[in-house]
């Protein structure tokens, strides 16, 4: 149980388009949702927390309208990279939470803007 | 504030040889502690958690991991290393203040000699 799809899994997108990636809890309703950049042998940074029917929270530095979170159901959160640039290419990570202490990852996506 | 250190960022062992990685926390409170595991362009797997009980903590893959509050650590320990444990290990620590978030390490990389 518990498990959590990303798609795409890869996407390659030229400069200054937007590119929507979807985090979708398969089995389970998922309250709240985080959203993870991972830039290449680093550790995990937390772009934002959203909550089902609410605004996300995002962290200090992340600018919220490049990033675009919707949580429009409790099992779909979704991460809208808009007017992306090559500096935007990373590995995205979401996680899911029914309101405990554990997070429930998914397996990625790579974003490649060139 | 609080923070997670893992001191090792690279580790190379032999198949077969023992091992163990270092975590340390800063946290106020009782912690919620995780180990988790990503391969080379994978999400995150968890292998373990504590959040009460028996110190000692059995996870998947053959892995412990011991809760020592005197040494504010949760070292993760294997006794016979697999090649196929090469890998990058995160610990965290849960955040159940205002945010509810993972304060992450930043990693320690496995290498495994044939």
């Known amino acids: 149980g518990a498990v959590v799809s990303q798609h795409p899994s890869r996407v390659i997108c030229k400069s200054g388009t937007s590119v929507k990636i979807e985090c979708r809890s398969l089995?389970?309703?998922?309250?709240?949702m985080f959203w993870y950049r991972q830039f290449p042998k680093q550790s995990l940074m937390l772009m934002a927390t959203?909550?089902?029917?609410?605004?996300?929270?995002?962290e200090q530095g992340v600018e919220k309208d490049k990033f675009l979170i919707n949580h429009a159901s409790l099992t779909l959160s979704t991460l809208t990279v808009t007017s992306a640039h090559p500096e935007d290419s990373s590995f995205y990570i979401c996680?899911?939470?029914?309101?405990?202490?554990?997070?429930?990852f998914g397996p990625g996506t790579r974003l490649t803007v060139t | 504030a609080q923070s997670v250190t893992q001191p090792d960022i690279h580790i190379t062992v032999s198949e077969g040889a023992s091992l163990e990685l270092r975590c340390n926390y800063s946290?106020?409170?009782?912690?919620?502690l995780f180990w988790y595991v990503q391969s080379p362009g994978q999400g995150l797997q968890l292998l373990l958690k504590?959040?009460?009980?028996d110190t000692l903590v059995q996870g998947i893959k053959g892995f412990e991991a011991e809760f020592k509050r005197s040494q504010s650590s949760f070292n993760l320990r294997k006794p016979s290393v697999h090649w196929s444990d090469a890998a990058e290990y995160f610990c965290?620590?849960?955040?159940?203040?205002?945010?509810?978030?993972?304060?992450w390490g930043l990693g320690t990389s496995l290498a495994v000699n044939p």
């Open positions: 996680s899911a939470s029914f309101g405990g202490y554990e997070q429930y």
């Open positions: 089995d389970f309703q998922a309250t709240t």
């Open positions: 959203s909550n089902e029917g609410s605004k996300a929270t995002y």
């Open positions: 946290y106020g409170a009782t912690p919620y």
């Open positions: 504590y959040f009460s009980g």
């Open positions: 965290a620590v849960y955040n159940a203040g205002n945010n509810r978030k993972l304060i």
